[in-house]
Each structure stands twice: as structure tokens, then as C-alpha cells.
């Protein structure tokens, strides 16, 4: 559908992300703040900030990142408000162990990630083996890892996590190999979020912290040890920061006389606009970009944020800092610079580019003519190669090869020179087409390199888009995301600059957010979405001085030292208007070429057939070429003024008469100081000789014509020493580069021999990884048996370390503690228990100290009694050490106890009998008795003996006449076929003889049995004449 017919709306003031330059931006630094037009954030930032985390830190480590992540999280306070998250690069094919040994290290609970599981604060969540992480909302969503392609699951969330969070983000770059993160702390940078890196040489293995380093997107790098603590000090401040921001965009885009009262309240004691005036007087004076054509709100917002990062909280430190710290001073620069871009960043915009622009320019373009396009603000090169390599894959589709020069220009000279390398890392393979990435780029060391053939067709250049002089006859001009960091009056230039440099029906092709309001009727819309136009006609040259030519930049007015000229012809002309107000003249730089006309200087100059060029021996008419040159080379060589004798021009050269001239070159006052010598600047003056006088000497052609081939030759010789010198140069260095190749040589040697080292070693290591792997299987094995045995056993254990903190317990001590699998590593001290216990902690501190074994019996909260045991275990070779607490349920024991020492209490002699008649319990005084009737040992009637068999053998104390009577009655309970049974028999007893009562009775259902109980009552039968009762 053709969207030509689309009203295009003006970008707003401050929804750009949140570096300027001719930088490009991926992502806003407004996210999670209201916009400076009052838009709404995005929806994920409205959620109610109390059940959400306040920022989200994500934490990127691989190889050696286990040791980092200990020290990181046993550094970092458990309160801070904040999620973390880490992502590892994990194999697919084993369980990882990582939340348990994390959980060793902070009482936050540490919890491996499921699908669409919300952050929450204070919590650290882990990615599950095989998936890819990302960021929507509060929600981390997983997908599985395709093992086809390249693999960056930091990366991955590093960037989701900066598009939702915004400066509330925070990136950790730890030990690892390759440069996963690297595209990822670029884009967190981009939104106003932090990252930080571990210091290379504190980290096992270096290569990610290194790449991320090498991004100049990393605020800082420091000791691992020193991470949590700097973590926790930020997430404290960044509120404050956040709420003088968000006030600031509440209040609104200030610009100009407005500006007082857009500053932050880190301003208050300054005046705001003096306070911000001299940042941006700094900043401007320690390059050649003009900030004062940016929005001051994100010159604010930098600030702020180097002032976070800085742990400052005064303007004035921070002014002060600047003074004196030019590293601040070239960061706080970098940040207004920043070149965050991609490949093939808004597929959908390139994709309609190349159908609506680069296909039909390709179509139209003539055999042997050449395709023109600008990429302005093209950071470190990504959009421009872009550009190309759809032009190259138009090219080939189109089966015809027009000459393309693309011009490719940013403001930033170090990100020129990354571009011009056509260097870039391994993360790359993200963003690109597998089909390009094969065809234009040569994998080299852990990097891609751009193919020659495509690197050709660019020419990379530093330029300011709002001073420096715009391109020509250019078919496509491609600037994005550059615009909406500028000023409204910034942005008319640069588009009219643009403008400029298109020819009639060429293609302007913008970001997102960014519009033609202030020259949309030079334009017909191609595509309102995609941000593409086209000239209707040529646009009207840049605004110039009247006075010199020179290309000026409309600014607001600057203090002293900005007004002074800031380049060589400014400079020069200064001083040349401030001396006097010369004759005709050209300005000359040392290449004679001409810069600059002053006064009617026609008369002198002829415009010759062929390329149009300013060099002075194209202009000047021929009778005025051998002298001016000679006085040229003059003045170059003394550095003095150089005159001639008049001149006479005939008669039709300069007009109807024939008269007289006198040429003079002088160098130009201000160039006397020390400069090089291409960049000095010579006045040539055109002085007329009146006709009439009469001392006007004739000059003598031949003899300034043999001064110039003396001068020639003097030329000429010095040329030839110069050349014999270089010639020289050149022996001597291929004689080092031959020395240079033989050390080479005899490295390669080296290396190849350090190679089979290396293959022998890695041989061994296979072999101890072997010998490992079993081990670790063993291990397995170990760990499983324990696991059953803890879950079979009827006891509550709970294993803890030196520290008191849980490294495993078994099912039934759920019982007792509220204890989960996600409080492994937590202080037992945390865990709430059902015990009377007050001294339990203080108990496993003496057991470990002390090395001995301890035990308690203590009573639960539900009434029960439990034998605690504590015994101290050391691993062996190690130095770790802990403690086996168990619990063992000994309430039926106490019971039973209890019922002993009631019957125990009784006058009777008791026992318990089973079904088959065996004594189960029996109480003292049945011992006694039995002690004192011949038995102390209880080997006839103590415990296990069959009490009714050896009432049947007659081996009991009851007189014989009565035994068998016992035996029937004792059998007929225990079979059930009475409820009780009652006998008085008299007692053989050693001294005396005794009369007793004995009664039986079953017990109660489960348990099958009786008790028998023996009564004396001799007193009673002496005073009664009854016949012993049987019942």
C-alpha cells in the first residue's frame, strides 16, 4: 500500500535516545520516564512500582564466572530493591548446580527461571540450560536455543532488558571467553542504563570483559570484590537521580531563556544557566562540535548520569572535575557521541529503501556512471556498509555494476577510524542476513572483516553536518537518528545542508523519529513510515558570510574566547582586515590552491577548459603565472613578503588599454606561529601601476623568467636530495623488514612447535577430564545413595557448613523446620522451627568448635519429644567442615518410659503378657519377688520368658495344688474365652509362708494379651476363715 499521502508528524523534542553527535541511537533513554512532550512511557513502566523490582541487574558470565559470581553475590546486600539476573552460557546437556551454590552466598532466594515467570525484588533468578532469555515487561520468556547458529544469550537479554528498562538497567560483564555482551552493554548504555565490566586482570578468563571494555560503553571496571558493594551504592542513589530527571521532562522542553529552569536539582546553589553554560563551553572547547546546537535535556541527562557514575552529587565537584580530569572530560564527550548502531537496524525501513530507492537508482543508472550517496552521522560505520551491501545485491540482481561511491562521514574522528578498519566482532552474525554475512565479510580471528571490494566503495571522512561544507550532486542522502538530538534552528540547517546536496530527484532517507517539518514542500513523501522523501528541486547553497565566503553556523552569541576564529583562514583574515584593506588579492594555502577572492579580480584570472580546480596555475592568465609562482616559492622559502617589478599586460588581456601591475605574496601575520607548513596561508596581491609615471621601470621578462629557473633548479635539487634520502630510508627498512621476515619466520617455527605442545596438552587434558567425568559420576552416585538414604530414614536431618547455612536436608525435616529446596545456602538461623529449642544455634557453634558429638532431647511445639544429635564432619583434603543434625521422634519411648515408672510405683507384682503368654514388661516389685524366691537373675519370670509355661512346670512360686488352676484361667483370657480371672493360692515362700491373690485381665484391642498382677494378702487370710475364691 503506498503510504505517499501520510502526514508526517514532527519528531518530538526529547523522545531521542540519549546521546547526541552525529552519533546513532538504538534505544530511548526515556524509557521508564515520562517524555519531555507529556507522552506516556511505555506500558511495562506503568505497573505499579511496589511489586515490581525498582531496577533490574543482569549479570553475563561463562568460562571462570562461577568463582566471580560467588564473590559478586557475597559482596552484595540481600535489601537492595533490585532483580538479578544472571545468564551463563550453560551446556544443553547436564543439570546445572548453580542455584544451590549461589544460595551459599546470599540470602536472597535463588530460583532457576521458568517460562513467563514475573522478576521480583531482592530475588536472583537463573537461566535453565538450552534457552534463550529475554525481557518483556516483568516477565523473563524463554526460548529454545537453536544450536544451528551462533549463540549470545547475554546479548540476547542484555538488549531486551535495556529496550523495557531503560536507566534502570544494569549490565555486569564478568569472566568469560568471546564477546558475548558486547552488542549488549551498547545498547544498555543507549538507554541510560549502566553497565560494568570485571577488571580484566582480576578475571580468570578475560575475553568478554575485554570486547565489552573495548565498546567505550562501560562506565567502569574494577575488582570483582568490589562490584556488589558499587552495585548497592548506585541502586541507593538512582532514585534521586531518576526523580530530578523525571521532574525535569515533567516540566516540559526548555530551551534558550527557558533553560534556568529545566536544570535538575543537583543545579540548586548554582546559577542553573551559568552552572549548564559552562559544561557546555567545556564540552565544545575540547573539540569541534558546538553542543549548544543539542537539546538541553540530554545534555542534562548526561550529566546526570556521569554524575551517578561518579558518586557525585554536586555540580560544583563535577565542574570541577571536569577541570581536571580530561578522562571525564573525553567520556562526558563520548556521551553526547555516542555511535550505538547495527547492521541492518529497522529491517523493515532498509527493506523498503532498497525497493523504493536503491532498486529504481540502479535500473536508471547509465553504463559507466556512478551511483553518489552521503551517510551522514555514520558512527562507526554499520548503516553505511548496509548501504552498500544492498547496492551490491541490487547490482547483482539487476545483472549491470554502475561505480558506487558512498560517502560515509561522522563528527567523531575515532569512530571514523573503526569504520575505515571494517573490523567488527563475532555478534555481528545477530543482526545480519546469513546470505551477507558470507558474501561481503571474512571471519578472522574471532572477528569479521568487511571484503575489500565492498570496503572500496566507501569513502569514510569526518564532518560536521552543521559546519563543514555538504556534499554535492548526491543520489541518496541517509542520516538517521541524528536529528532529534539537535535543537529545532540545529535541525533546519542540517536539513537544508541535505537538501543541498541532493541533486534534482534524489532520495533523503531519515530515523524513525525524525521529520521534514521546516522543508517538506522541497519534498514529495515516499514513505511516511519508513521516513524516505525525494527532491523536487535542487535545494538553495548553505548560508555564508558576505564578507569571506566562509560557511558560518548561525549560533546563539558565545563568550570571548568562542568568538575568536577557530580555523587558519579565519585566523588569517582577521589579522589581513584588522592591518589594512588590501588591493585585489587571493588567499593561498601552501598547495596554491585558492581559498578566498578579495576586491575586482577578474582582470587577472581566466577560467580554462577542463576539470574545474582552484589551483592558483589553472586561474591566473599566462603573462602572470611564472611571476607569481617564483614570488610564491619565495616568500614559502624566507617567510617574508615578496614583490615584483611592475607588469605590463597588453593591450586586450585586461581591458581596452594596455597598464601596468605589481605582484606581491606576503604570508598571511596570524600564520606566523609555529604550524605546519600545509597549512599556511600566503596573500597574493594584484597592485595596479598608474601608466603616466614616468619612473615606472620595465620589467625584464627574461630576467624574472631566468630568476625562475635558478629558483627550479634550487627546487629541483633539493627534490633529488630529498629523493636520494628516501631511496635511502627505504633500503634500510627493507633490510628490517627482512630481518623482520627472518624473526617471523623463525616465530612461525616457534609457534608451530608451541602448537604440538599444545595438542599434547590438550591430549592430557582430555584424559583428566575423563578421569574428572568419572569421578563426577561416582559423585552422582554418592549423592543419590545419600538422597535415598535421607528420604528413607524415620529421623529429620538437616546438613549445615561452618557457617550455619543449609547445604541439604532430608523430607521428614519438614516436620520440624520450614524448610524448601530454594533455602539451600540460607543461615539456618532464618528458618522458623517448630522446636523449644532457644539454644539450638548456640549448641551447633560448640559442636563444630569443640569437634564432639551433642545431644538434647527437646519437645516440640505440637507436645511430641525428639532426641537431637549433633555430630561434626570434616570433608576429607578440604577444609570445609559442618555439622549432621538429626532428629529422632522419641515420644512413644518416653511413654513407655512413663509407663514403667508408674507400674513401677505400684505395691503389686505386674506383668504384661502377649498372646503367647511371653512377659513383655514386668515392674520392680514382680523383681523383688522374684529376687526373693530364688530367682535374682529374672531367668524364670523376667522379660521374654514364657510366664505361662513355667507356671505349668510348676517353676513359679505358686504352690502346685493351685499352679494348673493358674495355667487354665491365664490361657482362657488370653484365648478370649473369659474377661478376667481371679485365684488366692498360698505362697511357698523361704521363711514363711504367704498367701496371695492373683488376677488377670486381657488388654485392649490392637494389642493381644494380659496383665497378670499378684496381691499379698496373708494379713487378710489370717483374719478370715474363708476358703480361697476362684473367680
Known sequence: MDDTNETLPEAPEDTAPNATGQGKEALSEEAGTPSAEGEQPPLLMMEDPAVGPQAVVAIGASAGGLDALERLFSGLPSDTGAAYVVIQHLSPDHKSIMASLLARHTKMPVVTVEDEMALAPNSVFLIPPATIMTLEGRHLRLAPKDRRVLSLPIDAFFTSMAAGYGDRAVAVVLSGTGSDGTRGVSAVHAAGGVAIAQDPRDARFDGMPRSAIATGFIDSSMNIDRIGPWIADYLVRRPALAAAAAADAADGPKTGADSKSALPRQFEGLEPQEALGRIVEILSLSGEVNFTDYKAGTVQRRIERRMGVRQITELSSYLELLTQDRAELATLRREMLIPVTSFFRDPESFAELSERVIEPLVAEAAVGSTLRVWSAGCATGEEAYTIAMLFFDAFERAGRWPTLKIFATDVEPVNIEQAATGFYPETIAADLPSTFLERFFTPRGGQFVVRPELRQSIVFARHNLLSDPPFTRMDLVSCRNTLIYLRPEAQERALKRMHYALRPGGYLFLGGSEALVQVQDDFTVLSARHRIWQAQRSGSAPLTDRKTGLYVNPRPPRSRSENAPQTAMERGFAALQKAYAPPPSLLINARHEILHSYGDISGFMKLREGVATLEIGRMLIEPLLPVASALLFKAARLGEEAMSDPLHLAEGVAGPEPFWVRLKVMPVAAQQEAVADDVKLYLLSFETVPSDEDDVPAIDIDREVGARIEMLEAELAMTRESLQAMIEELETSNEELQATNEEMMASNEELQSANEELQSVNEELNSVNAEY????????????????????????????????????????????????????????????????????????????KGQTRTEREVTGLNGRH???????????????????????????????????????????????????????????????????????????????????????????????????????????????????????????????????VMHVRPLDDPIQGAVVSHIEITRWRENSSEEPAVT
Not at 539451600?824 to 532457644?838: C, E, N, S
Not at 524366691?933 to 504352690?959: F, K, Q
Open 773 to 848: 567425568q568419572e569421578k563426577i559420576d561416582l559423585l552422582n552416585r554418592s549423592n543419590a545413595d545419600l538422597d535415598s538414604l535421607t528420604r528413607i530414614m524415620a529421623m529429620g536431618a538437616i546438613f549445615v557448613d561452618a557457617d550455619l547455612r543449609v547445604t541439604r536436608f532430608s523430607p521428614d525435616a519438614v516436620d520440624l523446620f520450614r524448610i524448601r529446596d530454594v533455602d539451600i545456602g540460607r543461615p539456618l538461623g532464618d528458618i522458623t522451627h517448630r522446636l523449644d529449642y532457644a539454644a539450638l544455634l548456640d549448641d551447633l557453634r560448640r559442636t563444630i
Open 866 to 996: 525428639y532426641l537431637v544429635r549433633m555430630l561434626p564432619y570434616k570433608v576429607p583434603s578440604s577444609a570445609a567442615q559442618g555439622v549432621v543434625l538429626t532428629f529422632v521422634d522419641i515420644t512413644q519411648t518416653r511413654n513407655l518410659q512413663l509407663l514403667q515408672a508408674v507400674i513401677d510405683g505400684l505395691a503389686e507384682h505386674v506383668a504384661v503378657l502377649d498372646h503367647k503368654g511371653d512377659i513383655m514388661l514386668v515392674n520392680a516389685a514382680w523383681t523383688r519377688f522374684a529376687a526373693e524366691n530364688g530367682d535374682p537373675g529374672s531367668e524364670h519370670t523376667g522379660v521374654g520368658v514364657n510366664y505361662v509355661g513355667h507356671c505349668d512346670l510348676g517353676d513359679t512360686a505358686i504352690d502346685s495344688g493351685y499352679a494348673t488352676r493358674a495355667v487354665d484361667g491365664i490361657r482362657a483370657v488370653l484365648q478370649g474365652r473369659l474377661s478376667r480371672f481371679s485365684l488366692e493360692y498360698p505362697c511357698d515362700a523361704p521363711d514363711c509362708p504367704r498367701w496371695f
